[in-house]
């Protein structure tokens, strides 16, 4: 189904979950601009909220993720204490502006909180904002993940719940740091489902370390069997120099880029033929789940949770690290837990880089965010000769084609998406207007 061209994939692109990216942040763009746009926001601005927590009880090797280990209490509580105090911080500057529609509790793993924290973290968003009947997910560990859990989400309304499951395979979990049996996905799934929680999600990985097509096809069995109704297949990133716990990790017999390559395609197969809904590269839903249902309207949107069908464009972050994404702005806090309790306790927004982006970098997220949502694009006439001249070796090897001003991508061109989008990345690509700035066609729909 797919071809393997390597010389395609050789430059590292963004996974753009974000345009620009967070690495073009500057430190010139924080809490001043972040206070502004707040302060500038309409009445019933649709919300989503994402609230972070770095915390697990339990570090994975592989885990590139802002997490520490939650093993001092007095941290933890101090943390709890700053995020709750940013959250009626922002509320209180919206003023009761701003209607939340979708509330999401990541990290690091929520659960590594106490349940009875979760219910006042929760408790003080319901009070400070206007949250009317939000869709509530959150992320958990499965090897910590109890059934007093299981009571607390059911009776906070919690309607989704991701897992990180990674590898069923005993060998690789070990090798990866990450030992949690098949029992325990098994009770967990199961107590979920008894207390009206259906909509679950498994993250899966490729490209372990010793992984072969057998061992994906283990997990992919078990996971089909376990029928979550949503999956994230992501191929695993080695870079040992940039997160150091991945040093522990034998990389002696990691998959090479051809066998990534075959394990992603095995598993998009596996999955798609399994009856799931392929959206994007690496996300596939039931066909009943809303993504899915997304995906066949041209609702899907991609954000920092990845594919969505999220449709709020407004977006608060909550916590160390977290990102707000609002008109004209986009903006991470501060990092570090310790800087970021230091900011909020003295009364100030913990926003600390960030980007303004102008119309040129509006036009060119509309069109990155087509490509990867729904696999087409509409450029205006300024844009269409950089374009077909930049794109033409794709062309060429049939991964898109052009209907008049339409850019269309193929079937078997998922694994080059990200690549052909990139090239209209005005920080790193190669498509460039003849003049003037970037412009998306009025007619072209946005995800």
Known sequence: MWTFHPDLLARPVPRYTSYPTAADFVDEVGAEQYAGALAGMASATPLSLYVHIPYCDQICWYCGCNTGAANRKHRLTDYLTALRAEIAMVAKRLGGRGRVQHIAFGGGSPNAITPVDFVRLLDRIMTVFDCSDPEISIEVDPRTFTLEWARVLASSQVSRVSM???????????????????????????????????????????????????????????????????????????????????????????????????????????????????????????????????????????????????????????????????????????????????????????????????????????????????????????????????????????????????????PGSEPYARVIAAQFDGYRGAIHPRGGPVSLHSAAPAC
């Open 164 to 410: 990180g499951v990674q590898t069923f395979s005993p060998r690789i979990q070990a090798a990866i740091g990450r030992v949690q049996p098949l029992e325990h996905i098994e009770q967990a799934v199961m107590s979920l489902r008894m207390r009206g929680i259906d909509s679950i999600n498994f993250d899966l990985m490729y490209g372990l370390p010793g992984q072969t097509l057998d061992d994906l096809d283990g997990t992919l069995e078990q996971t089909i069997r376990l029928a979550p109704s949503r999956i994230a297949l992501f191929g695993y990133a080695h870079l040992p120099t940039m997160i150091p716990r991945q040093k522990r990790i034998d990389a002696s017999n990691l998959p090479d880029d051809r066998q990534r390559f075959e394990q992603a395609a095995f598993g998009y197969l596996r999955l798609r033929d399994a009856g799931y809904v392929p959206v994007g590269f690496d996300h596939f839903a039931l066909p009943s789940d809303p993504l899915a249902v997304a995906a066949l309207e041209n609702r899907v949107n991609r954000n920092f949770q990845g594919f969505t069908h999220d449709g709020a464009s407004t977006l608060l972050g909550f916590g160390a690290s977290a990102i707000s994404i609002l008109p004209g702005l986009i903006v991470q806090n501060e990092k570090n837990a310790g800087p970021y309790r230091a900011l909020v306790g003295a009364g100030q927004l913990p926003a600390s880089r960030g980007v303004a982006p102008d119309a040129q970098d509006s036009a060119r997220s509309a069109i990155i965010n087509a490509i990867l949502c729904r696999g087409r694009v509409r450029l205006a006439d300024d844009l269409l000769p950089p374009a077909r001249a930049a794109l033409a070796e794709f062309e060429r090897r049939g991964l898109l084609f052009w209907d008049a001003d339409m850019l269309v991508l193929n």
